[in-house]
């Protein structure tokens, strides 16, 4: 089984962002808060322009509408993150905003702000409403509600995709039996929630696991102080290094890019492949640096 090639990643996500491009102005946010809303057609910018959020549509034969990020340092950006996965909208009048209770809601238009159950939303609890309450995009990636300027009370990472990005983990919160997990699209059209699942088991020695349908089909093994065991091309090199946490709090995996002019994404398809691709400011192109996880369940049982 092979996986897909960087060309053929790039070839799935340019007709997606292409598409975005024509259908977008110029307008650009780099806060979203109650006053000022993300329409369909404008971008929220991270600091430092390494990411944009705003409204796509996953293929030219689609009518559907999706909240999403994407790297914008790319002349051909990838799609990294989607909000709405299973609920897309079915026109472009959709809004982004702050609602009365302080979350980041998807909803129609204006009027629905104040009206209906969003489409979407952050879902957060809260005891009183502050107008300090916003959301930024991060130039990690990192899509936060923050309020009154302290830490972030809601995150993207929290809820990853089909992609996995540095400082994002995968594992479980002990505590609260959180779980940081990867989920595949459905295919390369459609962001919904696909069949397989990249995920930590904590039980007894944890263990990376690809679930297909809920059920195991591929065992990562556990970690030896540098890797999973049943991942050998796993190891730390110049371009990227890998964090294992192992406590009373959590188990979890973080990857840190030691070189800041590489981008790193690590994507899973609904066959069950991951691929980890980098792409160089230097040579402004993707290329596949690796599989991070044996793409060959039957060696693995």
């Not at 107008?131 to 809601?154: C, M, S, Y």
């Not at 890797?227 to 959590?250: K, L």
């Not at 609904?270 to 793409?295: D, F, M, Y």
Request: net charge neutral; aromatic share 12%.
């Amino acid at each position: 089984m092979k996986p897909y090639s960087a060309k053929a990643l790039i070839l799935i996500n340019v007709p997606l962002f292409l598409l975005l491009v024509l259908l977008s102005s110029c307008h650009s946010l780099h806060r979203i808060t109650p006053s000022q809303p993300l329409r369909d057609g404008d971008a929220l910018l991270s600091d430092g322009g390494t990411y944009a959020l705003g409204f796509f549509t996953p293929s030219n034969n689609s009518r559907k509408r999706y909240v999403g990020i994407w790297f914008a340092r790319s002349s051909k950006p990838v799609v990294v993150w989607a909000a709405n996965r299973q609920t897309p909208l079915n026109n472009t009048s959709g809004v982004l905003s702050i609602d009365v209770h302080g979350n980041i809601v998807l909803v129609y238009n204006d009027t629905d702000l104040y009206r209906n159950t969003p489409i979407w939303s952050s879902n957060v609890s809260f005891s009183s409403f502050s107008d300090h309450t916003f959301a930024e995009l991060q130039d990690t990636g990192n899509f936060v509600l923050i309020r009154n300027k302290g830490r972030p009370i809601w995150q993207s990472f929290d809820y990853p995709g089909d992609t996995r990005l540095p400082f994002m983990k995968i594992g479980v919160d002990l505590r609260t039996g959180f779980n940081w997990s990867m989920t595949s699209w459905k295919s390369p059209d459609d962001p919904g929630m696909g069949d397989v699942t990249h995920m930590i088991d904590p039980t007894g020695y944890p263990q990376l696991f690809l679930l297909k349908n809920g059920a195991p089909f591929w065992r990562g093994g556990s970690w030896t102080g540098q890797r999973f065991s049943g991942i050998p091309q796993m190891t730390p090199n110049f371009i990227f290094n890998i964090t294992y946490i192992d406590n009373a709090n959590e188990v979890s995996t973080v990857t840190r890019v030691m070189d800041p002019s590489v981008f790193l994404i690590m994507v899973l398809d609904n066959t069950g492949h991951e691929t980890r691709t980098v792409w160089r400011a230097k040579e402004n192109n993707w290329l596949q640096v690796c599989l991070s996880v044996c793409a060959c369940p039957d060696s693995n049982p």
